[in-house]
């Protein structure tokens, strides 16, 4: 299965939001998962990709900033067993 969650221009003030909300989210995710979980490997884990979509954050925001007015987005997701 395949959705198509974002496809569209939008404003740099827009694109930073939405990234932003996106990427929120997953880290709201993981951190519940983290409060749940009792094994110390899937904790550092999850603490490690809260970390590097922090740090994918702050380079979207620099790229964005740095960058024409509008910006294209594209994003899929594909379910697959």
Sequence with gaps: ??????????????????IGRLIQVKIEFLESKINKSHNEEDI?????RIKQ?????QNA??????NGL??????DINLAE
Aim: charged share 20%.
């Design 70 to 75: 509008l910006m294209n987005i594209q994003s």
């Design 53 to 57: 979509l922090q740090h994918e954050l």
């Design 1 to 18: 299965m395949h959705i198509h969650l974002i496809q569209g221009t939008f404003s740099k003030t827009d694109a930073t939001e939405l």
């Design 44 to 48: 550092k884990m999850r603490e490690q």
């Design 61 to 66: 925001r620099a790229h964005i900033a740095t």
